[in-house]
């Protein structure tokens, strides 16, 4: 069982930026691949960004490439998502999710993983 909490979303000016942070409980935390989404009123779930058990792998949607980076302290069983060059289009509020793996690789859809946080929102002013 893991239980994610995250934090840092808050109300920003576009082209600022924000670091998201999403704690995990449980023993076996370095055994799950971890993701962050997000969903905007009235739109679907969308996928942001994936991170390996070990760190070494990430992936990223088109819209946040280059902008937007997935890093994991596994010590602290925390995952960072920080979030530079914010744009309007970002407000939405983001959930971070927790997946059982059994290799060193990243899931990039919300059916592969199990366990979900309560979000965070992020607001982006114009």
């Not at 449980?26 to 739109?43: H, L």
Request: charged letters at 15%; hydrophobic letters at 30%; glycine letters at 10%.
């Amino acid at each position: 069982q893991v239980q994610l909490v995250e934090s840092g979303g808050e109300l920003v000016q576009a082209g600022g930026s924000l670091r998201l942070s999403c704690a995990a409980s449980g023993r076996t935390f370095s055994s799950y691949a971890m993701g962050w989404f997000r969903q905007a009123p009235g739109k679907e779930r969308e996928f942001v960004a994936a991170i390996s058990w070990s760190g070494g792998s990430t992936y990223y949607a088109d819209s946040v490439k280059g902008r937007f980076t997935m890093s994991r302290d596994n010590a602290k069983k925390t995952v960072y998502l920080q979030m530079n060059s914010l744009k309007p289009e970002d407000t939405a509020v983001y959930h971070c999710a927790a997946g059982r793996i059994y290799s060193d690789t990243v899931y990039t859809s919300s059916r592969q993983y199990q366990y979900w946080g309560q979000g965070t929102q992020v607001t982006v002013s114009s």
